[in-house]
């Protein structure tokens, strides 16, 4: 998982100035836990806006780097140098929902067709232009994934959508086609309980069900088997029935899937997860593998370890 932060800038915006400011922030972003890059955003004939988007490993890190006082220090430096943002820090992260209004796609670029791919973003500003609410498009340079990414921006959830289905992107997209090695891809949203949803050219895509429900039964009856043994005389002792504690237990159980051990188990399978990354048939086997293996370990622990076994304790 990735969290950017995307700076969009006022324009015009002095390069002269902005590739010295660029490296300033970069090194101040290298400072801090969980850095991964700092880029401007590409410009191709000027239609494009311009931006700096700095990532980091996790949204913790990305947004301790944001408040801090060394990051206000850099962007104070940039207004020194003419550049000040046009809004508010966009921030994006790969497995979460985009902000309303916003889409993020991934385009795998073919080799030498950079200013083929350019051209057709810039084709693509141009008529998103002319619908209501259009805000402007940003385009990153190539990530650790060897994708650029491009985010778009209307006014509303509403005005982003009617964009999407339009007839006139419709119609400008097989030239941004060409120009790829694979289809562009949004953003993956997943959910708590095991489900990326991803969108790929208004076709939305689910992890298979089963996948989710093997990574769920192997979190959930480790967490069922310890709640049993040490939580569940704990409310027996301060007084509560079967009734109660097993009603309490499996909120304790449902509270600490959702917020705390479904997403730490989320993010270590998430390629396996991902209904495009994780479709092909060597990285189902490795992941269920992974994940029987998984259900063995649980399994031997609580039948050979007897101080676990809670039916043993009253």
Not at 15 to 21: D, F, H, I, T, V
Not at 48 to 72: C, K, N, P, Y
Not at 194 to 220: C, F, H, I, N
Request: a neutral charge; glycine letters at 8%; aromatic letters at 8%.
């Amino acid at each position: 998982m990735v969290a950017i932060a995307v700076t969009v800038l006022h324009e015009p915006v002095d390069p002269e100035a902005l590739g010295p400011w660029v490296d300033v922030m970069r090194a101040d972003g290298a400072r801090n836990a969980g850095f991964v890059d700092c880029v401007a955003s590409l410009r191709g004939d000027g239609d494009l806006q311009q931006a700096v988007a700095v990532s980091f490993a996790t949204e913790t890190q990305l947004h301790s780097w944001l408040d801090g006082e060394s990051r206000r220090t850099v962007m104070s430096d940039g207004e020194t140098r003419g550049i000040r943002r046009a809004s508010s820090d966009l921030v994006l992260v790969d497995g979460q929902a985009t902000p309303p209004g916003v889409a993020a796609f991934r385009h795998p670029v073919a080799p030498e067709r950079d200013a083929q791919f350019l051209a057709a973003q810039t084709e693509l500003v141009r008529i998103s232009a002319r619908f209501p609410g259009y805000e402007g498009t940003v385009v990153l340079p190539v990530d650790d994934r060897g994708e650029r990414l491009s985010v778009i921006r209307f006014r509303t959830a509403r005005q982003l959508s009617g964009w999407m289905e339009s007839a006139q992107r419709q119609g400008a997209l097989p030239t941004l086609r060409s120009t790829l090695e694979r289809d562009f891809s949004t953003f993956t949203q997943t959910t708590p309980f095991g489900t990326t949803v991803r969108v790929e050219d208004g076709q939305t895509r689910l992890t298979p069900g089963w996948k989710s429900a093997m990574l769920v039964l192997l979190v959930l009856y480790p967490t069922v088997m310890l709640l049993s043994r040490f939580v569940g005389p704990l409310f027996e002792g301060l007084g509560a029935g079967p009734w109660l504690t097993i009603w309490l237990s499996q909120v304790l159980s449902v509270s600490l899937l959702q917020w705390v051990l479904m997403p730490f188990a989320v993010r270590a399978m998430r390629r396996w997860l991902d209904p495009v990354d994780g479709a092909g048939l060597g990285v189902t086997v490795r992941g269920v593998a992974i994940v029987v293996a998984g259900y063995v370990t649980t399994l031997a622990v609580f039948a050979l370890v007897t101080w676990l076994q809670y039916w043993d304790y009253s």
